[in-house]
């Protein structure tokens, strides 16, 4: 599958808003694949919220952890964790065409994503993040090499402290998407468009 340079995620948290609110804001700058997080909410609210999503045209819309609400509301996929239903499990329940990313935080755990039937592979914390609770030890940009190198052509994402500052060494480093929260949420929804719109025109000239 193709990635999007920028994989921008939602947080209603940082960014004060709701999934949909946020899908509309990241469209405006020009995102067309958004993943919803949602740490918080009950499944019947966060199945309101994602339907209302996904709703949205012109946005493939991947749900976080659940890959019951993603089935629900017809998103194009779940990105799981490493304590989530297996890649298997959420394969035989989503079907062939489905997207299933899979969270990684070290070579060990990358390695083993590589025989596993998702269609990319998530490694972080690249640098230090706040944003996620229990955030494992920094990968840091030597060990998102070292993941690229074990992992081959695998569609490869780099999440955790990714800032416009950092994200072209990231891509230089191996990653094909830079997965985003707080770079691009947390400068308030007015921000939200234009940092989305800049941070992939900084980053669509960089080959991997
Ligand atoms: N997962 P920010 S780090 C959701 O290591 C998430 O797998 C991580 O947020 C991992 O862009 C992280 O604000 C937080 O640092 C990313």
Not at 20 to 38: K, S, Y
Request: charged share 20%; proline share 5%.
């Amino acid at each position: 599958m193709q990635l999007p340079r920028v994989y921008a995620i939602t947080d209603t948290q940082i960014s004060g808003l709701s999934h949909a609110d946020q899908v509309r804001l990241l469209a405006d700058g020009g995102a067309t694949f958004v993943q919803l997080r949602e740490k918080n909410l009950p499944a019947l609210n966060f199945y309101r919220e994602a339907k209302a999503a996904t709703e949205i045209s012109g946005v493939r819309i991947v749900i976080n952890d659940r890959a019951d609400v993603a089935l629900a509301v017809k998103a194009v996929g779940v990105h799981l964790g490493q304590d989530d239903l297996p890649p298997e499990a959420a394969r035989t329940l989503l079907g062939d065409e489905a997207i299933i990313g899979y969270s990684t935080h070290n070579i060990v755990q990358a390695q083993a994503a590589a025989s596993l039937p998702v269609d990319y592979i998530a490694i972080g914390p690249i640098f230090r993040t706040t944003t996620k609770a229990n955030a494992d030890p920094e990968v840091g940009l030597n060990g998102l090499r070292a993941v690229r190198k074990a992992i081959g052509d695998i569609p490869l994402v780099a999440i955790g402290g990714i800032t416009p500052e950092n994200a072209p060494a990231v891509i230089e480093a191996g990653a094909d998407s830079v997965a985003v929260i707080s770079g691009l949420l947390s400068g308030g929804p007015a921000a939200i468009s234009a940092q989305f719109r800049a941070l992939t025109e900084l980053l669509s000239s960089r080959q991997t």
